[in-house]
């Protein structure tokens, strides 16, 4: 290490331990903590890892744990350029040189945020982990700090937290709207202020830095994200030299959220606009945005890996205000944002997810593997007031269930009022999005 770094990694360690900790909103995500095991935290950059990590330390400040036996650093600094597992030992040692007492004796929380940009963390955190008394989180814009490869050197030892953009619940709380443990017994008056809520949500989103701002600020603030996004976690990570193809996928997979596309095709039309790029290079470009979290796509359900593959997918941004960020028409896409909301909620729930071309050729928005071992066929139509509408969604349900007969059906619309009467297939039921959305 040069001097700048040592001098720099103890300014951190100095603050790291004695900074005031900011009042934020409670991040409801699930974590299991095991002994023995770290807590990988990970999602697109901005939506609020390091609030989650600040949150977990806050937790252990009340409950009487001293400041200064919680531990944040964040390697993300252009003074740290190269750093490798050698200055995470030093950290470590510095710390517990300033704190003689504390080794071996207490618990030490150690959260290390943006720890991939560290060369060799995984065989520092694996040793740690069996030779001192630490908890630790990490922190990363990549969903490669639990690739294959990482799993194997850290055999086993972490555990995967996704933090996405505010979930509506989340975003509710943030704004200081109270909700009752049965939603269903909302006042007409706290019910359509939670309706106005959703629909501003649908296109202003979740990016907690975003909320507040003029249209205008919150476009380039937004873009500025996406841009990072693609600089920093594609460009710069993987040496992508293709650009121009890069930013073309994006704006093409953003702006057709929720349509279905094929890798064949996006390579077919760029050839045909004098843009040449191999079909290996987009699928690693493909990649390479889902694993920056900018992207998720949704695999068609398929009865073999072979037939899974050839399919194609649909891709979804992680947040709903992206979608009119590229949308070029002008229009407010409801349908587009709704689905993107339920795909990213799904996650939340940790649901393994697939959408559905049935044998009479509807298509179902998706099918859901939830935790629980329950299955269930979601479609989600923002208005289905017109009586031909509802009993389209229905009956594609229902084709779906002769194919899928374990999987309960939702319907899942913005406005249940005017819903037309008609009768409900077996195992079928619709729902707003609120309600489902706070379910």
Not at 76 to 101: I, N, S, V, W
Not at 184 to 210: M, N
Request: include cysteine; proline fraction near 5%.
């Amino acid at each position: 290490m040069t001097a700048t770094q040592t001098a720099a990694l103890q300014e951190k360690l100095a603050l790291g331990t004695s900074q005031e900790l900011p009042v934020l909103t409670r991040r409801q995500v699930p974590m299991t903590l095991l002994p023995g095991k770290a807590q990988a935290v990970i999602g697109m950059r901005r939506a609020g890892k390091t609030c989650f990590l600040f949150q977990q330390m806050q937790e252990r400040l009340a409950q009487g744990i001293p400041r200064e036996r919680l531990v944040y650093l964040n390697f993300e600094d252009e003074r740290l350029p190269g750093l490798e597992a050698d200055a995470l030992t030093y950290l470590l040692d510095e710390y517990y040189r300033t704190h003689p007492g504390v080794r071996g004796r207490e618990k030490v929380m150690l959260c290390l945020d943006e720890v991939q940009l560290v060369k060799g963390w995984e065989s520092f955190v694996r040793r740690i982990l069996d030779s001192e008394k630490v908890e630790v989180f990490l922190s990363g814009s990549s969903a490669k700090m639990l690739s294959q490869e990482v799993a194997t050197s850290m055999r086993g030892r972490a555990l995967e937290v996704i933090i996405h953009p505010f979930s509506f619940r989340e975003l509710l709380a943030h704004q200081s709207v109270p909700l009752p443990e049965d939603v269903t017994a909302l006042t007409p008056a706290k019910r359509s202020r939670i309706e106005k809520a959703l629909a501003d949500y649908l296109s202003v989103g979740g990016f907690p830095e975003t909320l507040g701002l003029p249209a205008d600020a919150r476009s380039r603030l937004l873009q500025s994200y996406v841009d990072v996004a693609m600089l920093r976690d594609v460009v710069e990570r993987h040496q992508v030299a293709n650009v121009a193809a890069l930013r073309f996928l994006v704006r093409h997979l953003l702006a057709h959220a929720g349509s279905p596309f094929s890798v064949q095709k996006i390579h077919h039309f760029l050839t045909s606009q004098g843009m040449p790029v191999a079909k290996n290079t987009l699928h690693d470009l493909l990649a390479h945005l889902e694993d920056a979290f900018l992207v998720r796509t949704v695999w068609m359900e398929a009865a073999s890996e072979r037939q899974r593959m050839v399919n194609p997918r649909k891709a979804y941004p992680i947040d709903t205000a992206l979608i009119a960020l590229y949308d070029r028409t002008g229009r407010a896409n409801l349908g587009h944002a709704l689905e993107t909301l339920v795909l990213l909620e799904l996650e939340r729930r940790r649901s393994a997810i697939t959408w559905v071309r049935t044998p009479a050729g509807y298509e179902i928005d998706f099918l859901a593997r939830h935790a629980d071992g329950r299955h269930e066929l979601i479609q989600v139509c923002a208005d289905a007031s017109d009586p031909d509408t509802a009993e389209r969604e229905l009956r594609a349900l229902a084709d779906a269930a002769t194919v899928s007969p374990k999987a309960t059906c939702t319907l899942i619309t913005l406005h249940q009022t005017g819903f037309p009467k008609l009768p409900l297939p077996a195992k079928t039921r619709v729902v707003t999005a609120w309600q489902w959305l706070l379910e």
